[in-house]
């Protein structure tokens, strides 16, 4: 508990010498470039009565959930198909790391081409970013799974299926899971970063318009939100990490 508490404090300190030094610096540059904390912090508690700011982060968090949702299902599904069948394994999944390896922001002009500029390309977006290490830590955890165990459960008279639910998905479970957060991790940029590239609606858009209008202030509060919803979605993934530690 100690431990912890000095930990905080730590934290505060270096929080506190970030906005000292902010402070200090904005002193000496432009306020178009740089906007003073004096100015940003009372916009932070201000900004949450503009008309406009809770839609676009409704909007944002909608496509987060709705993209980390189908990237897990489908991630889960076919990483638990090719990690169990071997043959499917070997044929696809060099595929799967090849594309991958591929950045992603060459498939957006894609995107806003066949989905536009709305809600479709931000999620199909985030989709892409996050299905991937999903199922890749998906196939590697059941793949990796030690063969004596599962040979032991099959000796003790288990089905197939009894043996994937209560050996191999309890094995793998710890890799899954940090796949899964790796998966939020960049579910949340994908999100953010295809609103800002181009989009209508969504806290990127804010962030966006806030930039080319050099309203600096208004620019330094939205990606403050953006950094809170980032620890937020930190400390979600270390949630689900240590649920993998726990089963295993």
Known sequence: MRFKF???????????????VWELTSANVS?????????????????????????????????????FGLATSTGLSVGFMLGTW???????????AALYAVPSVVWYPLLLLFLGLDVASKIAFAYILSFFPIVLSTIQGVS???VVLVKAAYSMGASKLTTFYKVIIP??????????????????????????????RGLGVLIASAATRFETARYFVLTILV??????VNYCGKIIERLGGRGA
């Not at 904390?37 to 959930?65: M, R």
């Open 6 to 20: 000095k930990v905080l404090i730590f934290q505060f300190f270096i929080l506190f010498l970030i906005i000292l």
């Open 31 to 67: 306020i178009i470039f740089l906007a003073p904390p004096t100015q940003v912090f009372p916009l932070l508690f201000n900004i949450w009565y503009y008309a406009d700011i809770l839609p676009h982060i409704s909007i944002t968090g909608f496509e987060i959930l709705v993209s």
């Open 86 to 96: 071997k043959l499917l394994r070997t044929t696809y999944e060099p595929l799967l």
């Open 144 to 146: 990796q799974v030690d």
């Open 171 to 200: 094995a793998a479970l710890p890799i899954i899971l940090s796949g899964i957060s790796t998966g939020l991790a960049l579910c949340v940029t994908g999100v953010i970063v295809g609103e800002m590239l181009g989009g209508i």
């Open 227 to 232: 950094i809170i919803i980032a620890f937020a």
